[in-house]
């Protein structure tokens, strides 16, 4: 079992509509989680941070429950440009900036 | 600003050969690693360095060596290379320190086909 499982997709929605990726981590020691954006035939860029009193930036929503060990990132009035494969990540242990990603989701967002 | 930038964009190799996966950053970062992406698995830590003179293993390191002689640079070595090294190739750099908000930066990627 990887040590981050994110849904697999593809989650094909309209413009407008709201959208919620989850993503779980198994290493309980794990510090600090992220959600990265990536396009097609690019690298992965940091969308936002996740904190533990969950955070929002614009339309995105992420939140974090460690009891559980899961991650979740909410899009709301989802753009063509949102179009892009989501990778969370998580940083194993304190001060070792070891980070595991999960396999990432797909998301399409069509007129 | 050029940030991490990885060398060769693309890379064709023949089973059994070497090479080296160049990786260097400008931001004086003092932790670099290296991930592989293949479709479905995402992207795996093969190796990562937190300073010079200082590597370790990630999850899929078989296969690859590295090295760390100065802060801005971390080469990927293939010492053989076999066709289920066939993967994207990303470096990536970041400030290390365990502060919440470590944002890793990473290269543009190396596309390598072993045939």
């Known amino acids: 079992r990887k040590e981050v499982e994110q849904d697999p997709g593809p989650f094909n929605v309209p413009e407008g509509a709201t959208v919620a990726f989850n993503c779980t981590y198994s290493?309980?020691?794990?510090?600090?989680f992220f959600w990265y954006r990536q396009d097609c035939r690019k690298e992965p860029k940091l969308l936002m941070s996740v904190y533990s009193s969950g955070n929002e930036d614009g339309r995105f929503t992420a939140q974090l429950n460690r009891a559980s060990q899961y991650i979740s990132l909410l899009i709301r009035d989802s753009k063509l440009s949102d179009s892009a494969t989501y990778l969370c990540a998580v940083e194993r242990g304190r001060r070792n900036n070891d980070m595991r990603f999960g396999a990432g989701t797909r998301l399409t967002v069509k007129p | 600003n050029a940030g991490v930038t990885q060398t060769p964009k693309f890379q064709v190799l023949k089973t059994g050969q070497s090479m080296t996966l160049q990786c260097a950053q400008d931001m004086n970062h003092e932790y670099m690693s290296w991930y592989r992406q293949d479709p479905g698995m995402g992207l795996r830590l093969i190796h990562y360095s937190v300073g010079a003179g200082i590597t370790d293993q990630g999850e899929v390191p078989n296969g690859y060596n590295v090295s760390r002689s100065t802060t801005e640079d971390f080469p990927l070595r293939l010492l053989s290379a076999a066709p289920s090294q066939t993967s994207v190739y990303f470096c990536?750099?970041?400030?290390?320190?365990?502060?919440?908000?470590?944002?890793?930066?990473f290269g543009q990627g190396t596309r390598l086909t072993v045939v």
């Open positions: 290493n309980s020691a794990s510090q600090s």
């Open positions: 990536a750099s970041s400030p290390w320190g365990g502060a919440q908000d470590t944002e890793a930066f």
